[in-house]
């Protein structure tokens, strides 16, 4: 999960008489874009790299925006379906799975053009592998995670694992934590101030070339998802803001209040929104929702599925859909419009 760049040495000026002669000017070269970066652009604080709301905030971001963005760019990935996930466009696997665990989508477009170039790139390109997940630098992609929607869920479900462990309290799976000391592999000596900060050395232990106090190597490393990310959040695109208080939930299908809870889709953890942003998942719902939407317990399906599933009963043939506070509601449309009083249908099961 790292991105290598190549040093480009300019020719030093030489100075006529008796004046001194300039040094060498180190410029730094863009291996994904090509893009030249001067010395001045050099400027990341490597113990903060990104604020916590960077990567986990634009809950309101639209798959509508995301797939305006990606043709603007001229991206390969604007005109992409994965079959692996119903033919489902990049700008909604982006948006839906990255909303399913509280990522950002405008983090997660950042991530895709460090580890893959697909985000300003024409071409498919390391498609397989868009986010680097599961991708260790010593061998190949697991082979579970390949395909770009496996590699967004993949990518958005770690990254919430690692807020997860430091929401707790604990270090990140490899030894990240916020006020801890840790040596990257430049290596640099990083003491992280933000857990977004730990969160990104967890999936890149490389500081690389765009940090003020370390890194200036050959790798472009976590600083570069800060350039990146900076570029298209401040480039000029119009990403809104959000239009009411609370939490857009893909697993609600709708913005949950302040105070609300979810049963998350992707993992069957509570989270809850607080102050705009989801919390971390928890396996007990919290006390204090204002309101909820909990997996529907299925007598037809022997089983709890999430909010927003549609199932055909088997003692009535009639179609119903899990809504709010774990109520089965009646939707006769669904086996012909795939939607329900609740929105469209999570998942559907016929009889």
Known sequence: MK???????????????????????????????????QRATVKYDMHRLL????????QW????????????????????????FSNKTAAALIVERSKAFGISPLYMLARIQVESSLVQSGTSNNL???TGCGCPDSSGCDA????FGKQIDCSAKKLRGYFTDLDAGRATVSGWKVGTTKATLDPCSVKPTNKATAALYTYTPWVGAYATQCGRTTVGGSSLVSVIYHRYADGGFNWGAPTSTGCVSETAGTTVPELGCVQSSSDAMWRQCVSGVF??????????????????????LGRSVPARTCVQSSSNQQWSQCGVGGAWVSSPMAPDSGAGPVGACFEMYWL
């Open 51 to 58: 604020e916590d709301d960077n990567l986990l905030g634009h």
């Open 279 to 300: 919390t971390a998942g928890s396996t007990t719902r919290p006390t204090n929702c204002t309101q909820a939407w909990p997996w529907c317990s299925s007598a037809t």
């Open 144 to 147: 579970q995670y390949v395909g």
């Open 128 to 130: 397989s592998k868009a």
């Open 61 to 84: 971001i639209t798959t509508e925006q995301v797939q305006a963005f990606l043709t603007q760019q001229g991206s390969y990935l604007a005109t992409y379906r994965d079959p692996a």
């Open 3 to 37: 991105t290598r760049l190549w040093w480009l040495m300019v020719p030093a000026l030489l100075a006529v008489g008796c004046g001194p002669v300039e040094e060498e000017q180190d410029e730094f070269v863009d291996e994904l874009t090509g893009q030249v970066l």
